[in-house]
């Protein structure tokens, strides 16, 4: 089975600090996602990554960088957290040649910035 | 931006009883997927449909997808409190890459024993 482990299940961070959210997956799949979670607004997509260096922004990018040094790893940057971006962060992963492929998700952090 | 509507948005019905669970959108999709988020976990698979008419039975669940491929419903048959979630369609859009997948915003489903 795909696994995608997400470093942190819950997380509090300041108004301000820079936050890492660390996603890795283990079955060698081309392209990684990440997504927010909130209440009433469904899944909105951050950025994704079809390949090791490669990024592009998703329907909401603003106040969010990645970063994908390995294929197995894909980071989510907030540069300076905000309160508008406590949310539930997801990351998926999926093959690239497959093109109906599903995403295969984590178990999300549920990040607070206060 | 392709828009998908899922309706109901919240659903509490008795073990037992049958319900359904709506998808619609405006947009004519290439493939449309249904996934099933439990508490404390990510959103899994639980069907692709990708042709126009197309039913699939996942033992108690059935999913369509429609004619026009604008629109798929899921039913379900004596529900069982294990059926309880959040139930996500997605669907990607014609020539859509990877990141051509639009989300439902939910359907919240509760099984009361």
């Known amino acids: 089975d795909v696994k995608v482990t997400q470093s942190s299940r819950y997380l509090v961070k300041r108004t301000g600090e820079k936050v890492f959210l660390e996603c890795v997956q283990d079955m060698d799949h081309e392209n990684m996602f990440w997504y927010r979670q909130d209440p009433g607004l469904g899944l909105r997509l951050i950025y994704f990554?079809?390949?090791?260096?490669?990024?592009e922004k998703g329907d909401i990018p603003e106040g969010y960088s990645v970063s994908r040094e390995k294929k197995e790893r894909f980071s989510l940057i907030l540069e300076s957290a905000s309160t508008n971006q406590t949310s539930m962060y997801l990351c998926?992963?999926?093959?690239?040649?497959?093109?109906?492929?599903?995403?295969?998700f984590g178990n999300g952090t549920r990040l607070t910035v206060t | 931006t392709q828009l998908l509507e899922q309706s109901p948005q919240f659903l509490s019905i008795q073990e037992g009883e049958n319900l359904t669970v709506y998808c619609n959108s405006s947009s004519v999709f290439s493939s449309l997927q249904w996934y099933r988020q439990e508490p404390g976990e990510g959103p899994v698979l639980l069907v692709t449909?990708?042709?126009?008419?197309e039913v699939k039975k996942l033992k108690r669940l059935t999913f369509q997808f429609g004619d026009a491929r604008k629109d798929s419903s899921l039913h379900i048959t004596a529900a069982q409190p294990g059926d309880t979630g959040l139930y996500l369609c997605?669907?990607?859009?014609?020539?859509?890459?990877?990141?051509?997948?639009?989300f439902g915003k939910g359907t919240h489903l509760i099984i009361q024993p």
């Open positions: 998926a992963s999926s093959p690239g040649v497959f093109y109906n492929s599903p995403l295969h």
């Open positions: 990554s079809y390949d090791v260096k490669m990024k």
């Open positions: 449909v990708v042709t126009g008419g």
């Open positions: 997605a669907g990607r859009a014609s020539g859509g890459g990877a990141d051509g997948l639009t």
